[in-house]
């Protein structure tokens, strides 16, 4: 038998409903079928609006979650014990310090590299 390291399941989500548009008629307006959710840990998400079922849009929207580049590396963090949610959320905010992002502006159809103290 093989040992659980951790699971996720769709208690762990945001799960969010909403109305789609499109053929269908009348039924389409007055039902929530559209599903997306969001595993707000890894910061990924996933959408669906293609059955008139919220159950089966469901499912569609947590699969698709679960594909994401994101909730993968999120998995083999956790499951590598390579970093702790506190340690990604640190390292991610680390990369987004403003050394560390380049702003550019179209000049005459070029991109040019500017100082962001100068655009201040």
């Known amino acids: 038998m093989r040992e659980k390291i ?5 208690h762990d989500c945001e799960v969010q409903t909403f109305r789609v548009g499109g053929n269908g008629g009348q039924k389409v307006n007055k039902t929530s ?5 969001i595993h707000h840990p890894s ?6 609006r293609e059955s008139r079922s919220q159950l089966q849009n469901k499912r569609a929207a947590f699969l698709q979650m679960t594909e994401t580049p994101s909730f993968k590396y999120w998995i083999h963090a956790v499951t ?3 970093m702790t949610q506190a340690e990604i959320e640190a390292a991610v905010e680390a990369s987004m310090s403003e050394e560390n992002l380049l702003t550019e502006v ?3 159809g070029e991109w040019v590299t500017v100082d962001p103290d100068s655009l201040a």
Request: glycine content about 14%; cysteine-free; aromatic content about 4%.
């Open 6 to 10: 951790f699971s996720v399941s769709i």
């Open 33 to 37: 079928s559209g599903v997306r959710v």
């Open 43 to 48: 910061n990924s998400k996933g959408e669906s």
């Open 80 to 82: 590598n014990g390579l």
């Open 106 to 108: 179209k000049v005459k």
